[in-house]
């Protein structure tokens, strides 16, 4: 499985900005894809993440409410919505996919395949 995450960029404080990822090989209908972000200095943390379905999310507190996470029925692609956007909200994404027995877990031990980094900037 390869990933590969796109959408990064700048943006000021409350605006918004849609991630995606574009996914290749084999998943797994029962199978898990989310974010995570690392900012500087920071452990990477878990943002959210999606049954490949589609039919169930969960977030991090930190996100809930402002981000959203979905997957594209159509592809193979999917994608975070992130509005009202907050400087702490900057960092590199990563997108992930893991096997359904991680299903509600925040680690990153849960997450099997990994796509490269895309950088957020919110500025004030």
């Known amino acids: 499985v390869q990933l590969q995450a796109s959408g990064g960029g700048l943006v000021q404080a409350g605006g918004s900005l849609r991630l995606s990822c574009a996914t290749s090989g084999r998943i797994f209908s029962s199978s898990i894809v989310g974010w995570f972000r690392q900012a500087p200095g920071k452990e990477r943390e878990f943002v959210s993440g999606?049954?490949?379905?589609?039919?169930?999310?969960y977030y991090a507190d930190s996100v809930k409410g402002r981000f959203t996470i979905s997957k594209d029925n159509a592809g193979n692609t999917f994608n975070l919505q992130m509005n009202s956007l907050k400087l702490e909200d900057t960092a590199v994404y990563f997108c992930a996919s893991g096997s359904a027995r991680g299903w509600g877990s925040t680690a990153e031990r849960s997450f099997d395949y990994w796509g490269q980094g895309t950088q957020v900037t919110v500025s004030s």
């Open positions: 999606i049954r490949w379905t589609g039919n169930s999310a």
